[in-house]
């Protein structure tokens, strides 16, 4: 497993639910994306549920997957619903049936994950008509990042489409100031 964040426990959960992080990064911004209509959703690497929070109010069902026991313990803690489910998981190996995910989403985690095993799983999962949302740090950087991963780690929006061949941005959007946001669609 490549996943680094793996190790991580409670101390990171906090910092990455903390208030401090709200003011870089704006979940609410994911208004802009969903209409109405309620999507069965996947929240690949989600952590403590930064976003889900927010993500599950559009999701007639959200899958909250991640590979840390702790990070799910501390999403169950903060996300209460009908409509949630957590699934312990690698990204390279999603025990989700094919085609079952209107909208797959990832914030600040694909650069973690082992990418080639993990495009084909999100592939394999999503439904033909569905679509990848994705927020994640801005690759511009000279190394002396004071936030987020080292450079060498951070991808672009280019970068994100070689991993989904077949994809185009159908929209993007700007969570943060350090981070930036797009819809990916066939």
Do not use: Q
Request: hydrophobic fraction near 40%.
């Amino acid at each position: 497993m490549t996943e680094h964040h793996h190790m991580w426990g409670e101390d990171a959960a906090k910092r990455l639910l903390s208030k401090d992080r709200e003011m870089f990064e704006d979940a609410s911004v994911l208004e802009s994306i969903f209409d109405d209509s309620k999507r069965i959703m996947a929240d690949l690497g989600c952590g403590p549920g930064f976003y889900a929070k927010k993500l599950k109010e559009f999701a007639s069902v959200l899958y909250c997957i991640d590979s840390s026991k702790a990070m799910l313990a501390v999403a169950r803690k903060n996300l209460n619903g009908k409509n949630v489910r957590f699934i312990e998981a690698d990204s390279s190996d999603i025990p989700l049936s094919d085609s079952s995910v209107d909208v797959l989403f990832m914030a600040n985690s694909f650069h973690d994950m082992d990418k080639k095993p993990t495009s084909k799983e999100v592939m394999r999962i999503l439904k033909p008509d569905g679509m990848i949302v994705i927020i994640d740090w801005e690759k511009s950087g000279d190394g002396k990042e004071e936030r987020g991963p080292p450079a060498y780690l951070r991808m672009s929006k280019e970068d994100y489409l070689k991993f989904f061949p077949g994809f185009g941005i159908k929209k993007e959007f700007t969570p943060g100031r350090d981070h930036f946001g797009i819809v990916l669609e066939r």
